[in-house]
């Protein structure tokens, strides 16, 4: 059938209004909020191009007619819209967790100091849009006759979103009271550990917050907006104070100490002679190979991190490797390398700290 025809032959018109009257008669009765649209020339133009407004998110889907079943395909092609609708809200609810940054280039995540890494990890594992109910309308429905196609228009309002976000923010300020006896002694890290599960708090309400923004208002300002300011600032000023330390295993290790110091400053990580948060032991032998005219520096590493009360923190035992022409910037290189895979090991430990607290004492 030619759509965008405009001079139909009268035959054709009878039968297809012989058709319309034999397939709504057949089966069970139209839904009541289906409106089923008279037999017209031409698609609707909502078919041809999906609405657009400020004010609302819209979908359009189709399902054929089969054993003259109206309310099954109407059905369908309400399920299909629904699901194509949630799926472009999760799709930018995601792009705005994550940011593109992050999700373009792992470089960018290396480059970020622990306290960035953690709040990262924290983030990506957040599940917004399972906490947002989604209240869908059906707005128009078309049948397309001559090819048994039941056509629908639905529509998610942006206003329904941003008061479901405004219910989750509420939620969420409600958990900061259970994380506000954190303690205040011992280590920066021992103190860090005690505060850092009121992390995934913290960052689905700035999440909300930015979600909201972009689908058109700014949640409402949090009651408790000064405590939870307090707690992340608090959050930053342990991770600015945190003191590592290294230590060789051995003493035919003890030479690579500058060389790893160099590392870790360079990283991000404060190393002094001062008493640490992190004691690092570590053993580590070089192997070195010419790969192409270059040189390829392997380092075999057994890292111990201990805290400053002489329990484990965590242990690092893997090869690391960088490739350079000159031989002393491939040293180098390996080194960098070994200090960012031991940041990250740090800040998924904390991660993981941060997880199991939450949910073996809050269930969530």
Known sequence: MNFMQTQPSVIKILGMMLLTLLLWSCGTPTPQETIVRSVQVGWPEWILKTPEDSQHFYAVSSATVENNDVNLAYSKAVWA????????????????????????????????????????????????????????????TYVDIENRKFFVLVSLAKSDILNNLNERANLLESQLKDYKHAIHKGSTLAQLMSLSPVLPTLEELKLLNEISLTFGAPLPPLKKQLL?????????????????SVDALTAETEKLELALTLALQNSGLTVSARRPDLLLKYYIEIETEIVDKSTKVSLDTDIEMINRDSSNFENFNRSVAAENLIPEAAQANAFDQLAIELKQTITQKLENYVEEVNRLNYGR
């Open 81 to 140: 819209a629904q699901t194509e609708l949630k799926s472009q809200m999760q799709l930018a609810i995601k792009k705005i967790q994550i940011g593109n940054d992050w999700a373009d280039s792992q470089q960018t995540f290396d480059n970020q100091d622990l306290e960035a890494q953690l709040r990262s990890l924290v983030r990506q594992k957040l599940t917004p849009d399972k906490n947002i109910r989604f209240s869908y309308k059906t707005e128009e």
């Open 228 to 244: 939870a300011d307090l707690m992340n600032d608090q959050i930053t000023r342990l991770f600015s104070g945190l003191v590592f």
